[in-house]
């Protein structure tokens, strides 16, 4: 076609109102031909038609892909080109640039209209097929979506509530994943790491290491080299380079917690806003069963190895994460060189319990364990006992004297030199407690300390006996006391176990023995009989009053020695004590002059009981009248012994002609009451460490050396067994032996509470030896290990947003 008629064409179509020729839009393409550049189209003649006009852009967009497809086909396919129709496809490309310089649009529209035709005819072998055009164009938007959700963000749904309350169930998020550098995908290949770094606080998703095809999503606590603490619900971490735990700051807020739909209020639960870092977040802790023995757990350390990272979930104790991360494997258990009941059968101890040291510091070593077998033992340094008599019938001076007679090296002091020295506003509400305390006593022996002291009103005694791992110094036992006042003087009824808390932390564990408050009628029995005209008028002169202690529960000997100084008698071992008189029945008493009365103490040990029976002078004129009345009493005592009912017939109106009884004021709970914390210890003067090492790296001789050099100070003790190595150290046993049968290596450190003599421990090497022959009692094929840390390649990215639901849409993650 001429340049005339194409213009005329040209023209033509401008006329027309665009319509395409044959009516087809250009899209419309027949089967099997190219793809045509925006704007061009073909007609059945296979000569190109120049389509409705279009905008500047459209024609600069339709010939700059000509463009670049001519000069692609030119340089890959030139050879297959004749030379004519080449030379004019470059004279196309020429134009095309001066016309795109000088924009003119009208006549480049023509040009590129050329170039189609001209590839159409020549080159169409070397041009893409609409399909093969339609998959690149999909590959490459799979390609770059790929790398927008590899490199850039990825959506994620949370399935759990384990980031309660940060994050809840169902909640949809938007990880950041280049924050901390770009991750080839497919890979843990980490680049430009430099970009960001990972920071104690974040919340990141990452691979599960157990299970990678998983996405798990916690709170970074501890970086490489950091040493992570926890005990209980307190969590510390010592950074990489410093030298002390820093215990994570934290306040407890007043608000409730929710279940993982945010709609029910759950029990036993509580928020806490904690700061780690530059972050600060809120955590919950429900107290369950499971956290009560986590609570009293001993801390247990995580140390972070490099290229790691230890995470915790917010939702602290029902997450599955860094803390509770175990995997089943093939490995050595110690336990089954030794166990509690070769322990039990080779040591004095009966009660053990094992566990493995609370401390992680890299990915398992399957064929070395370490086991520690801790016996739990009476703890007489750890006890605490209280005793309280409130207004004692027989007066609280004897009372308390008598108490303190039982105490060897007692010694009368004052309040305040108890508390001691100091200043500041606890040591002042703590003397404060002096201005009600009559009397005061201390004692010491080689496991406890004592004190005893008489309140002046009301008139009570109380006894405190703390042992001396809890109360080192006479300060101490002060504090101890003043706790127990303070409850008493806040409720005069507490009972002793209200007013003794135990001990909270450390390693002993308690048991209660205590005496209640209950109805005296049991223990304690008064009747009062008196001349006519009653007890005021007869007064004490005319009175017969007896009083009968059964079974007392602060001891019958306490009850006598206080009733006789409550007369007058000195105590025992004193000069002027006269003997008591014994009858028949093993019955001790003592006659005693007041000066308005005889009274006979009467007191058989035997049966648990004492009798004091007052008799008024106007009734009982001399000694001989006491004593027998009193035998009368004495008498009668064996069934009141046995059978509380009898109390009422050791003395009626019968044995004295008919004298009255007058109402006795007894009290509604008995005035004595009693606890004792009786403390068993779990110490390291009490346990036996077993490590085992099976196929040790570098060989059995190596291992060996390696421990000599460790421990220091070893020496060959072939007695033992052959190749063993031993050592006493000043609180425990150590040997270090080879078992040549199995290729195992075992070290055992007993410490002298478990091990008194060196036989003891030599009779444990020996059981452990003749085990460790054997690999399968050892080796335990489905052991349980912990596997606690997240490689760093398994980051994924940060989470940063939450844009689901509507309600927290573009709320930030903190």
């Not at 005819?121 to 339609?134: C, G």
């Not at 049991?522 to 004490?540: F, I, K, N, P």
């Not at 009083?547 to 019958?556: I, K, S, V």
Request: hydrophobic share 35%; charged share 30%; proline share 6%.
């Amino acid at each position: 076609m001429s340049e005339d008629e194409r213009q005329q064409a040209a023209e033509t179509d401008e006329g027309s109102g665009g319509d395409t020729e044959a009516g087809a839009s250009p899209s419309e393409a027949s089967e099997g031909e190219g793809p045509r550049a925006p704007g061009f189209g073909a007609v059945g003649d296979g000569k190109a038609r120049p389509s409705a006009p279009r905008s500047a852009r459209q024609v600069r967009s339709a010939a700059r892909i000509l463009h670049k497809e001519a000069t692609r086909i030119l340089k890959k396919h030139g050879r297959r080109i004749a030379a004519e129709p080449a030379r004019r496809i470059r004279e196309c490309l020429a134009a095309i640039d001066a016309q795109r310089e000088a924009e003119d649009w009208r006549g480049l529209q023509t040009t590129a209209e050329q170039l189609d035709e001209l590839l159409e005819q020549h080159a169409s072998f070397a041009r893409k097929s609409a399909l093969r055009e339609t998959i690149e164009n999909i590959g490459i938007a799979v390609l770059i979506a790929l790398g927008l959700r590899s490199c850039l963000y990825e959506p994620f749904k949370i399935p759990s509530g384990s980031m309660m309350p940060t994050l809840r169930n169902g909640d949809h998020i938007f990880v950041n994943k280049f924050v901390y550098g770009v991750q080839i995908p497919f890979t843990t290949t980490v680049i430009g790491e430099s970009l960001g770094e990972i920071e104690r606080g974040d919340v990141i998703v990452f691979r599960f290491p157990l299970d990678e095809s998983q996405d798990f999503i916690k709170r970074v606590i501890g970086l490489p080299g950091d040493e992570v603490q926890v005990m209980g619900r307190q969590v510390a971490i010592k950074r990489a380079g410093e030298s002390e735990f820093e215990v994570l700051p934290r306040r407890r807020l007043e608000d409730r917690c929710y279940d993982d739909d945010n709609k029910r209020p759950v029990a036993n639960c509580t928020l806490y806003e904690e700061t780690l870092g530059d972050h600060t977040y809120v955590v919950r802790y429900r107290l369950t069963t499971e956290e009560r023995g986590e609570l009293a757990a001993p801390p247990q350390v995580w140390k972070v190895p490099e290229g790691h990272l230890l995470v915790m979930g917010d939702n602290r104790n029902d997450s599955l994460d860094s803390l509770r991360w175990t995997e089943t494997v093939e490995a050595v258990e110690a336990d089954g060189l030794l166990s509690t009941k070769d322990l039990r059968d080779l040591t004095d101890e009966r009660l053990f319990s094992m566990s493995r040291p609370a401390y992680v510091d890299e990915q398992a070593d399957y064929w070395h364990d370490h086991v520690i077998f801790k016996a739990s033992h009476r703890a007489l340094d750890h006890d605490l006992a209280l005793e309280v008599w409130r207004e004692p019938t027989l007066g609280a001076q004897v009372m308390a004297e008598a108490k303190v007679a039982t105490l060897e090296g007692a010694r009368a002091m004052g309040w305040d030199a108890l508390v001691g020295p100091g200043e500041g506003a606890e040591l002042d509400r703590l003397r404060r407690h002096g201005e009600g305390i009559a009397a005061l006593w201390v004692a010491e022996d080689p496991d406890t300390r004592t004190v005893v002291l008489r309140r002046s009103e009301p008139a009570d005694v109380l006894a405190l006996s703390c042992g001396r791992a809890l109360c080192p110094d006479e300060a101490t036992l002060a504090e101890r006391m003043g706790e127990v006042l303070d409850r008493f003087e806040a409720n005069h009824g507490r009972e002793a176990r209200e007013l003794l808390v135990r001990p909270a932390g450390g390693d002993a564990n308690y048991s209660s023995q205590f005496e209640s408050r209950h109805s005296p009628r049991d223990h304690y029995y008064e009747r009062v009989l008196s001349a006519a005209g009653g007890e005021e008028a007869a007064g004490e002169r005319g009175r017969v009053r007896l009083r009968a202690f059964r079974r007392p529960q602060d001891g019958t000997e306490l009850v006598q020695d206080a009733a006789l100084r409550a007369f007058g008698l000195a105590p025992e071992g004193e000069p002027g004590r006269p003997e008591p008189q014994t009858d028949e029945r093993g019955l001790s008493s003592w006659t005693l002059e007041t000066e308005q009365a005889w009274v006979s103490v009467g007191s058989d040990t035997a049966r648990d009981m004492v009798v004091v029976l007052e008799c008024g002078k106007a009734t009982c004129n001399d000694a001989a009248r006491l004593e027998e009345l009193a035998a009368v009493v004495h008498e009668r005592v064996p069934k009141a012994a046995s059978d509380r009912r009898r109390l009422k017939d050791l003395l009626t109106s019968t044995d004295l002609e008919g004298m009255p009884e007058v109402p006795a004021k007894r009290p509604e709970l008995a005035e004595y009451d009693r606890v004792r914390l009786e403390a068993t210890v779990k110490g390291d003067s009490h346990r036996v460490e077993l490590e085992a090492w099976l196929h040790p790296e570098g060989g059995m001789a190596a291992k060996l050396k390696a421990l000599r050099d460790e421990v220091g100070g070893l020496e060959p003790d072939d007695a033992v067994l052959p190749g063993a190595y031993g050592k006493a150290e000043a609180d425990a046993v150590v040997f270090v032996f080879p078992v040549e049968e199995s290729e195992t290596v075992i070290r055992l450190r007993c410490h002298q509470g478990l091990c008194p003599s060196r036989e003891t421990a030599v009779a444990l090497v020996r059981r452990a030896a003749s085990r460790a022959k054997d690999p399968s009692n050892f080796i335990d094929p489905e052991a349980e290990r912990p596997k606690p840390f997240v490689p760093r390649g398994n980051v994924k990215g940060r989470a940063d947003r939450i844009w689901l639901p509507l309600s927290r849409f573009w709320l930030p993650i903190r």
